[in-house]
T-cell receptor, first 118, second 111 residues
């Protein structure tokens, strides 16, 4: 079964440092997403990406965040200057927007990258 | 986006059927209902999706009444490995529409 691959699985960084989280979406998928989950809290939407541009972003996704699809396979999330509150699990997801069995889009999530900011 | 309400937690025993109900009173005509499962330290995983009536796959069944203001995820004969958080999401769910996760239902299956 095709899967979304995320690296690194865990990253520890100092406050103020830049972090890049990497994702390899499923190869024929066209829509890409980043979500995050702070420990013990719910999964929160960050950004969606299609056709090399951001489709939608949440209020969490401020100027410190950016996304990029540098080549045909990778999708990255960059945090320019990390803060303590950026500590969370970051999930990448992708979809092909083909309709599922009941007619709506289905997302496939990666296993996540745990970011710890000290 | 329609807001969803689910029980915060449920307990069950191995071999039992578990039914998790989600309320979505403001569901729109074009909205679909999708359930995801999340194990600790893993990403959410698609379980089942429906628009109306009943949908069944190899993992679960989804019951949706005619008014579509609620839906029930049914897990037949749960095992310990079904211990997870289950999320009900409602939306048209096109590629452009974000999925909004609620707090989900934490299911604990005991021996």
């Amino acid at each position: 079964e095709p899967e979304v691959t995320q690296t690194p699985s865990h990253q520890v960084t100092q406050m103020g440092q830049e972090v890049i989280l990497r994702c390899v979406p499923i190869s024929n998928h066209l829509y890409f997403y980043w979500y995050r989950q702070i420990l013990g809290q719910k999964v929160e939407f960050l950004v969606s990406f299609y056709n090399n541009e951001i489709s939608e972003k949440s209020e969490i996704f401020d100027d410190q965040f950016s996304v990029e699809r540098p080549d045909g396979s990778n999708f990255t999330l960059k945090i320019r200057s990390t803060k303590l509150e950026d500590s969370a699990m970051y999930f990448c997801a992708s979809s092909d927007h083909r309709q599922g069995p009941s007619g709506a889009n289905v997302l496939t999530f990666g296993a996540g990258s745990r970011l710890t900011v000290l | 986006l329609a807001k969803t309400t689910q029980p915060i937690s449920m307990d069950s025993y191995e071999g039992q059927e578990v039914n998790i109900t989600c309320s979505h009173n403001n569901i729109a005509t074009n909205d679909y209902i999708t359930w995801y499962q999340q194990f600790p330290s893993q990403g959410p995983r698609f379980i089942i999706q429906g628009y109306k009536t009943k949908v069944t796959n190899e993992v679960a069944s989804l019951f949706i009444p005619a008014d579509r203001k609620s839906s029930t995820l049914s897990l037949p004969r749960v095992s310990l490995s079904d211990t997870a958080v289950y999320y009900c999401l409602v939306g048209l769910n096109t590629g452009f529409q974000k999925l909004v996760f609620g707090t989900g239902t934490r299911l604990l299956v005991s021996p």
